[in-house]
């Protein structure tokens, strides 16, 4: 689970300042206010981390990918070649790992370690092509919240290359091995240490150890956009299992489907029995008084096309899903990677009440509850939600839960991104146990209490 992040030179943001992040996080704002731009940044790494060229220090992306970010200088701040995009991120693993110490010298005991901070550094350098390079790069490894030991590497003008690095420890002692002290090449991506470093080192595994641990961090976490596509008539599902439903929700039906042969049941909600992935679709959907029923038919059974079917209030019939209001063809795809997405998950999603009634949108916020506390197969799912929203009503229903006492206020969190100066803040909002925010921002969701006032006065005046 992401515990921290702070992002410095980044888009609209000289700095972020330290965002904690609990099971819920909300970022709120204006248009450009730059709150979508925590997202991109995580995706922008997780893409980085999926590449298929380990030189490419940061993908910056192209038609097809989650974010897409023009030139080096395009997604710095003030577009300005000098700033150093500087960002750190702590991270709890899903269970502890150890790692391995050792080495011919010395007797070093491998270390066991529940979380992972990570610190990077990149500029732009070349005048004419402008291409990224690691300034630096720092893993720190903790037990308990203690910081055991950290191991980076920190770019040197001093080797005979200009790409050299030189190795920089804390509580722990690299051993070199016996003969040519040779220069460190450049890291791999933005946080790999090069494979070189196993041959240098006699005790340096556990380079590769926190290597792999980025990319399973990264491996965990999932997109889901503003816009999703709209229902089909009809699917076709030859077995596969996607990973998720897709950014912009095209694998939603399939995934649904995938579910049906991963054997995979909920508790759905506190003392009610187990179910499947499409029982609890259909119980969300009919709780935010979408539907009354939802399914999945085949059309035939010696073909694999499929339709889905729902029944709307006060119909008595089932209607094909492109038949109904928009409104659901876009919350589907939420619902399903809420519980699709497996155990340890990060699902970052952009809007998801777009096209919801007022209503729809405060029944979310219970749905997302349930979400993060439901258990898989009996065990807890630990997922986490990091969510964009321009929801008034899906904030106050996460406030009501929290004085309900239905949710707990360090499972919740929320930040407005306020752009009214330059530079831009993300300002945490205060939630008291009553779950009233103590530092509205002035004219948070618009001046409702002022158009109240002059409409009054209007009718008065008539």
């Not at 491996?219 to 912009?248: C, M, N, Q």
């Not at 038919?297 to 209607?319: F, L, N, P």
Request: glycine share 6%.
């Amino acid at each position: 689970m992401l515990k921290t992040l702070r992002i410095s030179n980044f888009k609209g943001w000289k700095d972020t300042g330290e965002i904690h992040f609990s099971p819920i996080t909300l970022f709120l704002g204006s248009n450009s206010s730059g709150k979508s731009s925590i997202g991109q940044f995580l995706m922008l790494l997780k893409q980085s981390a999926n590449s298929a060229d380990r030189q490419t220090v940061l993908f910056l992306g192209s038609s097809d990918s989650y974010v897409e970010l023009g030139g080096p200088v395009d997604m710095l701040y003030m577009h300005n070649p000098k700033n150093l995009l500087d960002f750190e991120y702590h991270w709890t693993l899903p269970k502890p790992i150890t790692l391995t110490m050792a080495n011919d010298d010395a007797n070093a005991d491998d270390t066991e370690i529940d979380s992972l901070s990570f610190h990077g550094q990149i500029g732009v350098f070349g005048k004419d092509t402008n291409y990224l390079e690691v300034e630096s790069m720092k893993y720190a490894a903790f037990r308990h919240k203690q910081k055991l030991l950290a191991v980076a590497l920190e770019r040197t003008e001093k080797g005979s290359s200009a790409r050299a690095y030189k190795a920089v420890t804390d509580s722990f002692k690299l051993v070199r091995t016996s003969g040519r002290p040779w220069e460190i090449p450049s890291p791999y991506r933005f946080y790999g240490f090069p494979d070189e470093m196993l041959t240098y080192y006699k005790n340096a595994w556990l380079t590769a150890q926190l290597n792999a641990a980025q990319e399973q961090f990264f491996s965990r976490i999932s997109y889901l956009g503003p816009l999703r596509e709209k229902g089909e008539r009809h699917y076709r599902w030859t077995g596969f299992a996607p990973a998720s439903v897709g950014a912009t929700g095209k694998d939603t039906i399939l995934a649904l489907l995938a579910s049906r042969t991963q054997n995979r049941s909920y508790n759905f909600k506190p003392k009610q029995p187990l179910c499947n992935m499409e029982t609890i679709v259909a119980k969300s959907l009919k709780e935010m008084g979408l539907v009354e029923e939802f399914e999945i038919r085949k059309v035939t059974d010696d073909r694999q096309d499929y339709d889905v079917k729902v029944r709307t209030k006060g119909s008595k019939t089932m209607t094909d899903i492109p038949d109904v209001g928009f409104g659901i063809s876009q919350i589907l795809p939420v619902i399903v990677q809420l519980y699709y997405a497996p155990a340890n998950s990060i699902i970052i999603m952009e809007q998801p009440e777009l096209h919801l009634h007022p209503s729809a949108q405060s029944a979310l916020a219970d749905v997302m509850i349930a979400a993060i506390s439901a258990r898989e197969n009996a065990k807890p799912r630990n997922i986490q939600l990091i969510i964009e929203t321009h929801s008034e009503h899906f904030l106050r229903r996460f406030q009501r839960r929290i004085a309900e006492k239905k949710l707990a206020e360090n499972n919740f969190s929320a930040y407005f991104a306020n752009n009214d100066r330059d530079p831009a803040r993300l300002e945490a909002l205060t939630i008291n146990l009553f779950g009233e925010i103590e530092n509205w921002p002035k004219n948070f969701f618009g001046d409702i209490k002022g158009d109240i006032f002059a409409q009054t006065e209007a009718a008065l005046n008539q």
